[in-house]
């Protein structure tokens, strides 16, 4: 195949550079060798025969030696059919396709009212399409709204003030559309444990008291709407507040419930729901140590049983589950205080944990997050306890190689911040140490981009004003 290509070569006198047998014409090592060699007429340098060719005048690249390869590779938002690079003004970064090549709009590209476009607003618009400012299929995007992912979405609005000032609480959204803010560090002991905010009215209600109050404990909403409390640090504990109880929300008759015990107490835990609604939790302190222990919470017989231990001990780790219904941690502090870059799969169906590829870079106060196409985005966190160096780095975790790669780098480095995968398939990332800052991840293009800052980077209680 190599040789009838070469051969072809001989007799493309309307097309390629050279008109003579290419056995017979020195092989080329770069693209300004063949420009050179044309007399300055658009050519390249084939990567794989080193032949020069020329460059079609459209603005697309002939064909590699299948007859469908686009060579050199097509450029950003172009895509090769049939060994040509062709584009439209929805896959092009700048909005604006002309004769297979993405340009900046202008009166001869992308309508006759191309020049109207020149001053889309980057961060209301994907770019020009047929001379309008466009968000995707949409409009561009008005004041006060950010286009993310070709959809327009306004961001931060004053949501209310909380009753009570509040470190590290858990967010879960219940099937009423409230949202319950549950636990968290308070130094108010007559703080309610359970506060319901109301998105519509903004107003925040306290919830009814568990039997046991508890600080950095696990939670988790299980598909039947009900909140699942897990562990934790019992505030009236006595000498070992440490506790392996656990408690049920049920919103729909505003009361707890007795949820059983783990197999041991748990500080910190990986929690994760899996596809088949199963509840893991790994990991975590039991006040002397770092565990490995793992337990899984069935949902339908609302019982603990003890599963495979993890291979490496460690707390502080997240876990997400994967498309696959398997779960994965990653990261984490173990025992001896260090932080690990090593990766653990559970399987439900064994039971058991395997070891996976590890993260290029140890992390811990990071977060991990399933991306639309199934592979998982790592991002920020620390190298090390106690230390301020900050990662700005994300890496993505492709389950069918079991391998990491590095991803996009994101605008502000962040520890201890938290993301969300919004329902276009963005990832949203907010706050952390050192700022209120806030960045969205573009899942296709996987480029972040800032957006509007918290409005307020603590909480702050009505008491407190």
Request: contains cysteine; proline residues 7%.
């Amino acid at each position: 195949m190599r040789r009838l290509v070469a051969v072809a070569a001989c007799v493309l006198g309307g097309l390629g550079v050279f008109t003579a047998c290419p056995y017979s014409v020195p092989r080329c090592e770069s693209d300004e060798q063949c420009v050179e060699r044309s007399g300055g007429r658009p050519a390249y340098c084939h990567r794989e025969i080193k032949i020069c060719f020329a460059a079609r005048s459209d603005g697309g690249a002939d064909a590699g030696e299948d007859g469908g390869t686009c060579v050199p590779d097509c450029a950003s938002g172009t895509r090769c059919v049939d060994g040509r690079c062709v584009c439209d003004s929805a896959s092009c970064p700048t909005g604006c396709c002309s004769s297979g090549r993405c340009v900046q709009p202008s009166e001869s590209a992308c309508g006759s009212n191309g020049a109207a476009c020149v001053a889309c607003d980057p961060e209301r618009s994907t770019g020009c399409t047929s001379g309008a400012c466009r968000c995707g299929n949409q409009p561009q995007c008005p004041d006060g709204s950010f286009c993310v992912a070709g959809e327009c979405t306004r961001f931060w609005v004053d949501a209310g003030t909380m009753l009570t000032t509040r470190g590290m609480p858990s967010l879960v959204q219940l099937p009423s559309g409230e949202v319950a803010v549950v636990g968290g560090y308070v130094t108010d002991s007559a703080a309610p444990f359970l506060e319901i905010h109301n998105l519509q009215t903004g107003e925040f209600a306290a919830g009814p008291a568990p039997a046991v109050v508890r600080v950095f404990n696990g939670t988790v909403a299980l598909r039947n709407g009900r909140v699942l409390v897990l562990g934790g640090i019992a505030a009236l504990g006595g000498t070992n507040p440490y506790t392996r109880h656990c408690e049920l929300f049920d919103p729909f008759t505003r009361s707890w419930a007795d949820a059983g015990m783990m197999s041991t107490a748990r500080v910190a835990p990986a929690v994760v729901l899996l596809n088949n609604g199963f509840v893991v939790v790994a990991g975590g302190s039991d006040g002397s140590s770092v565990t490995s222990a793992t337990d899984v919470y069935h949902p339908v017989s609302a019982i603990f049983y003890s599963a495979g231990p993890l291979n490496v001990a460690r707390a502080l780790a997240p876990a997400v589950a994967l498309a696959d219904g398997s779960g994965l941690i990653v990261g984490g502090a173990m025992q001896d205080g260090g932080v690990t870059s090593t990766a653990e799969l559970f399987d439900p169906q064994t039971g058991q944990w395997r070891m996976t590829g590890q993260l290029q870079s140890p992390r811990i106060a990071h977060t991990a997050t399933l991306l639309p196409n199934g592979r998982v985005l790592v991002a920020g966190g620390l190298p090390a306890l106690g230390m301020t160096t900050l990662y700005s780095t994300t890496e993505i975790f492709d389950p069918a190689t079991g391998t990491w790669s590095p991803g996009p780098a994101m605008n502000v480095a962040r520890a201890g911040h938290q993301a969300v995968r919004l329902p276009n398939g963005a990832i949203l990332v907010i706050g952390g140490t050192p700022s209120g800052s806030v960045e969205i991840l573009d899942p296709v293009r996987l480029t972040w981009k800032e957006i509007a800052p918290l409005i307020y980077y603590s909480a702050k209680s009505s008491r407190d004003a």
